[in-house]
């Protein structure tokens, strides 16, 4: 690809074609095909009726997401991304368009907003653990409130998972004591008890250093082989989106579309020695203009964090 | 997380007059039977609470309240006599020099303790101690201790506000993040500057609850004083005067209508120099109301 | 950072429950703090002293000086009838404590509620929160006429008034307390499937908790600084009373006496009602000692 000039071109745009598998390499599959949690996103549309007129977020954005797959969507801050989870999730509505799971309607025109259930759970920006609860506690709290489990059963079950994420030590600590890379995988132990279809994750290590992130998402992917649920994960990390994920969507500044889709075809179980591998730095190098194009525009646009 | 979501201001505005409207309703009703909660009327209420070990004679007689209609006709009859609007003025000064001379002793007060450790140890112990002694216990010793009755009414004004104002200081300086401090020693500031650009402007909006919240402190104290050197106790003296005394007046003198146009005109002047103080404290920190 | 290490915070060591107190009881008595302080008493009681029994200043003439009073309050045989030793120095404690016991009781038992409702439910705020803020300005004191002619027995006048301000300040910071938790925490909760009452206790209730334990600090202070102006202008027994018949009656140290005991007994019901609310949340007690605070 040639370099692009460092200056935004309003113009004709060149043409963003999606990556798919290259010649000679096939595409990463999960192993036991998980056959739930697959999302339809139709031609979504959500404007919001902001106090300087309307504003719209997300126009038109089709994607597709496979029961099992690790789906990441990259963009800059503010290009509605959260906007497109949260309608999944059930916290907004939306304007126009259609979301299904597993060929179940969740929300469309008929029923704008989706309904909020366990079986796709959210994961936070800056961590929703309750302050009031012990970490134990707080993961027992789907099954028991859902009264799936009574609080022995639920209480065995996540010493388990906390054990299998590598927690062990820490349940009987408030979230306030404990670092905050330990706080992200409770949250995710948490969601998990729930045996969700979907985890929806919004940007869950955008405040954690460097090398707490590099350790998070090789414990993230350790827990993704032992459950393969699928994964909805939303960043602005490029690097991070390449090397967790089965698809990578690049997606435009307001309004949000998806410009480029990228497949990953560096096998699973991948370590961190993917990171400097050569088809990681080809992947990268295909996206990362399309990346910086709307990285670009969001900046100067001077949008405010969403 | 609260409960003002989307949804139709007009219907809370609605929602709101419904419930004035009902409350006033029943009022008009209870006040005009006047054994209301005390008589026959409420007999199986009574009952049942005797039967729960409650002492009926606490529960209150709605019935000996005067009327709201009552009220308005009393309101109307006295808007034009001179001395209501008098008490009003009386009030108002006293309200206003109690609290000026809070935030004037009492803002630097609170900055000079957040600002200077030494000064904090040394004062901050003794205030803490001082401030759960009620402003109206002070009455006493502070007219044995200054010349006039108004100079002791003042005083013990001007303590009710005074704790508010500190507390509200020291805990907005404290609360000041510590990274402006750096920020600004790194760009080369001086003492003073970083106590005029950095102290004063941080602890802005806490001044401002603090202020707020004391002028309605002051109110009540000087209602109270009013009511008690007025009369109902033997602290009597010659100048009252003000709209707690005439709220006490009107009870001595057997108007009750009287009493709750008074009561309705001291919310009225309470809220009014609130929203006054909030409005000055919006326009003293623009940055805050363009989140 | 390997798995299962519990990353130390603020110093690598975990201390708990009373060894948490005793160190920093300690760090406290090594520091400067407890010198300064005794300096800021010994200057007020000093100048006190100084300037009524020593210099005998114009102003400070018929105030009683310090040690008359102290020698007063702990006399066997006091002169004006109060001190440590006086039965009746205990009833009026007992009286004025038991009212504002009454009064604050009342104020959260319907407070907290209310003002947890009015920050959940909008159509209830819709409602009730009109009334609520155009009875609020109405300075409680004003209500004391009223209150005497609505109320028959004066007693429940007097808890009545204790009671009113007490209700506003502890409904307001219920309100405010639920507004101030994170909406995050909310769909959390609803995303692991809690219905809506189980948000509202096992989110809201939790959530708002710090701030209605502020208010009911607050509320106690306003319980007993309305008590007070309503024992001075009508009532029988108290620490309110004692004061104003002390002055009437010219026994000026009994004022003193009065005050001071006034402070102390304030003091230790806010104290205590701080030691409940900190026991009730031990979460945000640790939180709290981590930031280096509490």
């Known amino acids: 690809m040639t370099a692009a000039p460092f200056v935004h071109r309003e113009t004709a745009a060149p043409a963003w074609r999606d990556v798919p598998v290259a010649p000679g390499r096939t595409a990463p599959v999960a192993e036991a095909t998980p056959t739930r949690g697959a999302i339809r996103i139709e031609n979504v549309v959500k404007v919001y009726g902001g106090r300087s007129g309307a504003v719209t977020a997300v126009d038109g954005c089709s994607l597709d997401i496979a029961a099992g797959e690790i789906f990441m969507v990259v963009g800059p801050s503010g290009c509605g991304k959260t906007t497109l989870l949260n309608a999944v999730a059930g916290f907004h509505d939306i304007s126009g368009g259609r979301i299904s799971l597993d060929g179940q309607v969740l929300c469309d025109s008929a029923r704008p907003q989706a309904p909020r259930g366990s079986d796709r759970v959210v994961v936070f920006q800056n961590g929703a653990l309750f302050p009031w609860r012990t970490n134990l506690e707080n993961v027992i709290f789907g099954p028991v409130m859902q009264r799936k489990l009574s609080k022995r059963d639920a209480i065995d079950k996540a010493m388990d998972m906390m054990a299998d994420a590598g927690l062990s030590g820490v349940e009987h600590s408030y979230p306030a004591e404990v670092s905050s890379g330990v706080r992200r995988r409770v949250e995710i132990v948490r969601a998990l008890m729930n045996d969700p279809k979907v985890l929806l994750l919004d940007e869950p290590y955008r405040a954690l250093d460097a090398l707490t992130k590099s350790v998070m998402h090789e414990a993230l992917l350790r827990i993704y082989y032992k459950n393969k649920v699928t994964i909805f994960f939303i960043t602005h990390d490029l690097e991070e989106a390449i090397f967790l994920g089965h698809k990578v969507a690049v997606m435009t500044t307001r309004p949000c579309r998806p410009k480029m889709i990228l497949t990953v075809d560096i096998p699973h179980p991948r370590d961190y020695s993917v990171l400097t591998s050569k088809r990681f730095r080809e992947l990268a190098r295909a996206t990362s203009a399309a990346v910086h194009e709307e990285a670009l525009k969001a900046f100067q646009s001077g949008e405010r964090e969403g | ?291 | 950072m390997s798995a299962g290490q519990t990353p130390a915070a603020g110093g690598g060591r975990h201390r708990r429950g009373a060894a948490l107190t005793l160190h920093r009881a300690s760090a406290w008595f090594r520091s400067s703090r407890p010198y300064l302080m005794l300096t800021g008493f010994g200057l007020f009681l000093g100048g006190w002293y100084l300037a009524v029994e020593v210099w005998k200043l114009p102003r400070f003439a018929e105030m009683p000086g310090l040690t008359v009073v102290v020698k007063e309050w702990l006399s066997k045989d006091p002169t004006y009838g109060l001190s440590l030793y006086t039965p009746e120095y205990y009833q009026h404690i007992g009286r004025s404590v038991w009212r504002v016991a009454q009064a604050f009781t009342l104020a959260t038992v319907f407070g907290v509620p209310l003002g947890l409702l009015l920050g959940w439910s909008k159509r209830f705020r819709d409602y009730v929160f009109p009334l609520f803020e155009l009875l609020r300005p109405i300075p409680v004191l004003a209500w004391v006429p009223l209150a005497i002619v609505m109320f028959v027995a004066s007693e429940s006048a007097v808890i009545y008034l204790a009671f009113l301000a007490s209700f506003f300040a502890t409904a307001l910071n219920a309100m405010l307390g639920v507004e101030s938790i994170d909406a995050h925490y909310v769909r959390a909760a609803e995303c692991l499937g809690a219905s809506r009452a189980q948000v509202f206790r096992h989110v809201i209730l939790p959530g708002a908790l710090p701030f209605i334990f502020t208010g009911l600090q607050i509320s106690v202070g306003v319980a007993w600084f309305s008590l007070v102006a309503a024992e001075m202008v009508s009532g029988q027994y108290g620490l309110g009373y004692v004061i104003n018949t002390s002055y009437s009656t010219v026994r000026y140290p009994t004022i003193i006496i009065g005050m001071i005991t006034l402070g102390v007994v304030g003091y230790v019901t806010s104290a205590m009602v701080r030691v409940v609310g900190d026991l009730l949340m031990q979460w945000r007690v640790r939180e709290l000692a981590l930031r280096g605070q509490s």
């Not at chain 2, 000087?222 to 003000?242: P, R």
């Open chain 2, 1 to 291: 997380m609260n409960a003002t979501a989307k949804g139709a201001p007009a219907l809370s505005f609605a929602r709101g007059v419904v419930s004035i409207a009902v409350v006033l309703l029943l009022w008009e009703l209870g006040a005009r039977s006047k054994h209301w909660m005390a008589g026959d009327l409420s007999a199986p209420l009574r009952a049942t609470l005797g039967a729960l070990g409650f002492k009926t004679s606490y529960l209150p007689c709605v019935g000996a309240a005067p009327p709201p209609t009552g009220v308005l006709r009393s309101w109307a009859a006295i808007l034009t006599d001179v001395g209501y609007w008098q008490s009003w003025a009386k009030s108002f000064l006293r309200v206003s020099g109690g609290f000026t001379a809070a935030m004037v002793v009492g803002i630097p007060f609170g900055l000079l303790l957040a600002v200077n450790r030494t000064a904090f140890g040394v004062a901050f112990p003794l205030f803490e101690v001082l401030r759960p002694i009620p402003p109206l216990a002070w009455v006493p010793a502070s007219i044995i201790f200054w010349p006039t009755q108004e100079l002791s009414i003042s005083f013990v004004t001007f303590l009710g506000a005074f704790y508010t104002i500190v507390i509200n200081v020291v805990g907005g300086a404290k609360a000041i993040d510590v990274r402006y401090f750096q920020a600004a020693r790194s760009m080369g500031s001086s003492r003073w500057d970083l106590f005029r650009r950095i102290i004063l402007p941080g602890t802005l909006p806490s001044i401002v609850v603090g202020a707020v919240v004391g002028m309605g402190i002051t109110w009540e104290v000087v209602v109270a004083a009013e009511m008690i050197s007025g009369g109902g106790s033997q602290i009597g003296g010659t100048s009252g005067g003000g709209l707690g005394f005439f709220i006490w007046n009107s009870y001595v003198g057997g108007s009750y209508e009287q009493i709750v146009v008074g009561m309705i005109s001291i919310g009225i002047a309470g809220f009014v120099s609130s929203e006054l103080l909030r409005l000055l404290g919006r326009r003293v920190t623009p940055w805050l109301s363009q989140r």
